[in-house]
């Protein structure tokens, strides 16, 4: 079930933004400026900073700074919050010992913070009574920071701490920040810290500020745990890295297969960060396919085009109000050993125990949005269809997964408390606070008990991502040194649609611009 998108069809991306961009923006859009990456950590937390959740440019430019020539470097930041997942199945050392089993080159550093777990095995000697990190190389896991005393890894100054600190005493070119531990979803946020409260939290806001004090740009952001495959926490992390990697659905407990891409990362510290995600996205699917581990997905999301997913998004949103407002899209989805401890505390779920100790959830407001754009019959449905297929840059799942396409959007159908959570957070990163004050009519939904039935578009008309992207083949015919495409242009001022015929489009470094 995989999707191979912009890694194999790159001028498939020309015909999407292209595509879009017509849709959502007036007719005079002109080339934007590229964006500008933090150079340089910051001394304070300046909150004013990030409340804005984009750039001004429709499509981001890549900021990751790959040379190519044999003198690259990459820093991978490891957050371990080992929790329950460590302290009861010994899951953060098993993860530990694959990265061990990697022949991790000289121009790659792993560094690993622990923490967050009443008991770390005694396989790798990690301390349990206070907070560590570590260098993984040459097959060991040698300790360089014992100085730390136990700290919160719920704190965004803890993670804050934790990258400055890697960028300091290990600089490199390339970046890779990687959480480990439970996911609580865009709301709740991630990790729990046995040390601390069930309810204590790193909040998308809070990783936000911490990553902005940072002053680190990152090639890749992933998140080895559950349900954080979202718009809003993409959004949230827009103006810091290229690339994310993450699941939309719960992960079986060992979550991510680390020595296959740590080898390939060593073998070639050039290797592009698409085909890397994909070596992580797939290690991970065919990991749990043959340890038979639970349903799974994982997803490669491209930062370039969430602004342009996010229009479209909130477009479609605004446009079909009544059909969203009218019955319940959230999606079922069965939980596993990663569940976040919190969901259980605010009281979200119906559980059944089964003698393997998951769970089947009444609700948990995850919205597929490929799902719904493809079930809800407007015009706005086809934009946000095409920038969903931007932005997901590689999926794949079990077999099993087949209704999730890779990332979601939150709609709290028919819960107050949720909504008040909801409500700081969002806003809190950035995202606009008249759709965040909008999405409060969820709350008193008619359809809130009114779930809609998927099944016969997994069954009858989805037939995965490849098939999706081969339907546009037919619109894209070389043009000179371009292309040419039929499509219609969409006047959001008078909300009418004329008809252009074929035009001549070209490629300006990620974006698009009409030239005949």
């Given amino acids: 079930m995989e999707k191979f998108g912009k890694i194999l069809r790159n001028s498939l991306i020309v015909l999407g933004v292209l595509f879009v961009v017509l849709l959502l923006l007036p007719e005079d859009e002109t080339e934007a400026p590229a964006a500008q990456a933090p150079t340089a950590p910051a001394q304070t ?26 003198s690259d470097t990459v820093t991978v930041l490891v957050y371990m919050n080992g929790s329950d997942l460590e302290s009861e199945d010994g899951a953060a050392t098993q993860d530990l010992s694959e990265m061990l089993a990697a022949r991790i080159g000289s121009r790659v550093n792993v560094l690993v913070e622990t923490a967050g777990t009443r008991s770390w095995s005694k396989k790798l000697g990690i301390a349990s009574d206070h907070t560590q990190r570590y260098r993984v190389e040459a097959g060991k896991l040698n300790l360089v920071d014992d100085s730390l005393g136990q700290l919160d890894c719920t704190e965004p100054e803890t993670l804050a701490d934790f990258i400055t600190w890697g960028a300091e005493n290990y600089p490199a070119n390339r970046y890779m920040l990687i959480f480990w531990d439970h996911g609580a979803g865009p709301v709740y946020g991630f990790g729990y810290d046995e040390n601390q409260s069930e309810k204590s939290v790193l909040t998308i806001d809070e990783i936000q500020s911490a990553v902005h004090r940072s002053g680190v740009y990152f090639d890749i952001i992933g998140m080895d745990c559950c349900i954080m495959s979202s718009l809003e926490l993409c959004c949230a992390m827009y103006n810091y890295c290229d690339y994310m990697i993450l699941s939309e659905d719960f992960e079986p407990g060992y979550g991510w297969s680390y020595t296959g891409w740590l080898n390939a990362l060593s073998e070639n510290p050039a290797i592009s960060s698409e085909a890397l995600g994909k070596i992580i996205v797939d290690d991970m699917i065919a990991y749990n396919e043959a340890n038979e581990e639970g349903s799974s997905t994982l997803a490669l999301i491209d930062e370039s085009y969430m602004k342009v997913l996010y229009t479209a998004w909130v477009d479609f949103a605004y446009a079909n109000e009544s059909e969203l407002l009218g019955e319940n899209y959230s999606m079922h989805v069965k939980g596993g050993r990663r569940a976040h401890p919190i969901l ?35 015009k706005e449905a086809e934009a946000l269809s095409s920038a969903v297929n931007l932005a997901v840059s590689y999926f794949n799942c079990t077999d099993d997964e087949v209704g999730m396409t890779g990332l979601s959007v939150t709609l709290p159908y028919g819960d107050s408390e949720f909504y008040g959570y909801l409500q700081p957070v969002f806003t809190g990163v950035g995202i606009d606070e008249d759709y965040v004050n909008w999405l409060e009519k969820f709350v008193d939904a008619e359809g809130t008990g009114d779930y809609y039935d998927y099944e016969s578009w997994y069954e009858d008309d989805w037939d995965g991502w490849d098939d999706y992207e081969d339907d546009w083949e037919y619109l894209l015919n070389p043009y000179g040194k371009g292309f040419a495409v039929y499509a219609y242009v969409w006047n959001k001022d008078d909300d009418s649609c004329s008809e252009y015929g074929t035009i001549g489009i070209h490629a300006f470094g990620g974006g698009i611009k009409r030239f005949a």
Avoid: C, H, P
Avoid at 45 to 70: H, R, Y
Avoid at 344 to 371: H, N, P, Q, V, W
């Fill in 344 to 378: 259980r505390e605010k009281g979200l779920f119906d559980f059944l125990f089964d003698e393997d100790g998951e769970y089947s959830m009444s609700d948990y407001y995850i919205t597929d949005i490929m799902a719904v754009a493809q079930n809800i019959d407007s």
């Fill in 45 to 70: 937390l300046a909150v004013e900073e990030t409340k804005s959740a984009f750039t001004e440019e429709m499509v981001k430019e890549k900021q990751a700074d790959i040379k190519g020539d044999g």
